[in-house]
């Protein structure tokens, strides 16, 4: 997988295309569906979730897909272990995204063992979800193609909902310490002025998930705006 995608990625919007276990949307022709109608709309690449998703997705849309599975809900969940680094890969994933806080995971590497290991058998690009400047150092050092700003609300809970919008501190520290590194802005994205904003403080890409893909929560924004 050749860095022409990451640079083609640079100013793109990503569209994260998830729906939560048991919500009405939680099924792959939806995603892809959903998927296929951000590309038209101008994303430069779809963010989803779990093998059946990846797969229906990538024969739907031509730009890049970064691809992750999700496994439970506490401690490392996004793509926990390098065996679901490898399933996403073989699903059609051009990037994997892979929780890259220092966190123990169930097969007991560490986000850059991981890394190496995915490296050696597959031929892909690696996204770095990271919670904290050190979990953007260790990813840089172990060699990610992509940081980004995922998991910096909080590494305990699914709760993207909140609008309290995207981490731009945590972005431009690394923006700063790391000038030529893609550093990704994703995370409570929630407006285009926020999109606009993240990318002034240099964010590479931005990603926006909820505001765009999860009809549920914004329903319950204009419920909650006309109380
Ligand atoms: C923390 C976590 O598990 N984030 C997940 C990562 O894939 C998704 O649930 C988010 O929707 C995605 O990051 C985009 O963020 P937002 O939905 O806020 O635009």
């Known amino acids: 997988m050749s860095s022409s995608v990451i640079e083609q990625l640079k100013g793109a919007l990503i569209v994260s295309c ?3 276990v048991g919500e009405p949307m939680r099924h792959p022709e939806t995603m892809a ?5 951000a590309e ?4 430069g690449a779809i963010r989803c979730q779990g093998l059946a998703d990846i797969a229906a997705i990538k024969g739907r849309v031509e730009v890049p897909v970064i691809g992750l599975w999700k496994e439970g809900h506490e401690g490392v969940y ?3 272990t390098l065996r679901h680094a490898m399933a996403c890969v073989s699903a059609g994933a051009d990037i994997v995204a892979i929780d890259a806080t220092d966190r123990p995971r169930p097969d ?7 890394v190496a290991d995915l490296r050696s058998c597959c031929d892909t690009l690696v996204m770095a979800d990271c919670a904290t400047l050190d979990d953007i150092r260790r990813a840089a050092a172990a060699g990610a193609d992509l940081v ?8 305990a809970a699914i709760d993207c909902t909140a609008a309290d919008g995207p981490d731009l501190e945590l972005l431009r520290a690394a923006c700063r310490e790391f000038p ?3 550093v990704v802005c994703e995370g409570r994205v929630h407006s285009p002025q926020d999109a606009r904003e ?9 990603v926006v998930g909820t505001a765009i893909t999860h009809p549920t929560s914004i329903t319950s924004w204009f419920v909650e705006g006309m109380r």
Not at 33 to 37: E, M, V
Not at 198 to 206: D, F, H, L, S
């Open 18 to 20: 998830q729906a939560y």
């Open 33 to 37: 569906q959903i998927a296929r109608a």
């Open 40 to 43: 038209l709309g101008g994303a």
């Open 78 to 80: 996004i793509t926990p």
């Open 108 to 114: 007991g590497r560490t986000f850059a063992q991981t």
């Open 148 to 155: 980004s700003t995922t998991l910096s609300h909080g590494v």
């Open 180 to 182: 030529a590194m893609p």
């Open 198 to 206: 993240a990318r002034e403080a240099g964010a590479w890409a931005v």
